[in-house]
T-cell receptor, first 115, second 112 residues
C-alpha cells in the first residue's frame, strides 16, 4: 500500500482566500508530482520536483506554486483562490536511484471547490 | 512524447477475460508501455509496464505486438472492482525524465 497522504480531502473556500494543499510521502521518494483533474476529464501535470529545492512547471499552466524544502513534503499553494481553480488535485511520488523505471504512487486527492 | 490511442469505453461480464487495446504507432525504441487505472473517486494506481516482451503480474498481463505499435492489457477474470478508467501511457527515462502524460483512457464497465 502506497504511503502518500493528502490533506485536506475536501475543501470549500471563498474567492480570494489563500490555500495550501498538503502532500507528504513516507517512502523516501525523491520525485514528486501534482496533477489537476476536472470531473470525468484527463489528469494534467501542473508541477513536479526531482528533489529538494527542485521544482518545475508541468504540461498544464497553473497559477499555483509549489515548494520542496523537505524530501517527504510537497505542498501546493494558491495565493488567491478563484472559482476557475475548482478541481481535484492529485499528488504522486516515485522512487530514486539507477532504476530505469519508477512507478508513480498517487495520493487520494484533494477536491477543491472555490465559491 | 509519443501518443497512444484507446477506445473510449468497453463493457465486459464479470468473471470473463477482458482485453483492453492500445495503439502507439509512433512509439520510440526507448519508450516503455505503462498501464495505470483509476477507480471511481480515487487516484490512479499502477497496473503493469513493459518494453518489448509480454509481462505478467498479479493484476494483469501485458501483451506487446512484435513491432511494438500496439499492446493489449489483459484482465484474466474481470470483477466488479475492476470497473475503472484504464490509461495506456508511453514514457522513456532518458536522463532524469520520469513524467507520465495521461490521456483520456478507456472506461471499463463490468456487468454482474
Amino acid at each position: 500500500e502506497a504511503d502518500i497522504y493528502q490533506t485536506p480531502r475536501y475543501l470549500v473556500i471563498g474567492t480570494g482566500k489563500k490555500i495550501t494543499l498538503e502532500c507528504s510521502q513516507t517512502m523516501g521518494h525523491d520525485k514528486m508530482y501534482w496533477y489537476q483533474q476536472d470531473p470525468g476529464m484527463e489528469l494534467h501535470l501542473i508541477h513536479y520536483s526531482y528533489g529538494v529545492n527542485s521544482t518545475e512547471k508541468g504540461d498544464l499552466s497553473s497559477e499555483s506554486t509549489v515548494s520542496r524544502i523537505r524530501t517527504e513534503h510537497f505542498p501546493l499553494t494558491l495565493e488567491s483562490a478563484r472559482p476557475s481553480h475548482t478541481s481535484q488535485y492529485l499528488c504522486a511520488s516515485s522512487g530514486a536511484g539507477a532504476s530505469s523505471y519508477n512507478e508513480q504512487f498517487f495520493g487520494p486527492g484533494t477536491r477543491l471547490t472555490v465559491l | 512524447d509519443a501518443k497512444t490511442t484507446q477506445p473510449n469505453s468497453m463493457e465486459s461480464n464479470e468473471e470473463e477475460p477482458v482485453h483492453l487495446p492500445c495503439n502507439h504507432s509512433t512509439i520510440s525504441g526507448t519508450d516503455y508501455i505503462h498501464w495505470y487505472r483509476q477507480l471511481p473517486s480515487q487516484g490512479p494506481e499502477y497496473v503493469i509496464h513493459g518494453l518489448t516482451s509480454n509481462v505478467n503480474n498479479r493484476m494483469a498481463s501485458l501483451a506487446i505486438a512484435e513491432d511494438r505499435k500496439s499492446s493489449t492489457l489483459i484482465l484474466h477474470r474481470a470483477t466488479l472492482r475492476d470497473a475503472a478508467v484504464y490509461y495506456c501511457i508511453l514514457a522513456n527515462y532518458t536522463g532524469a525524465n520520469s513524467k507520465l502524460t495521461f490521456g483520456k483512457g478507456i472506461t471499463l464497465s463490468v456487468r454482474p
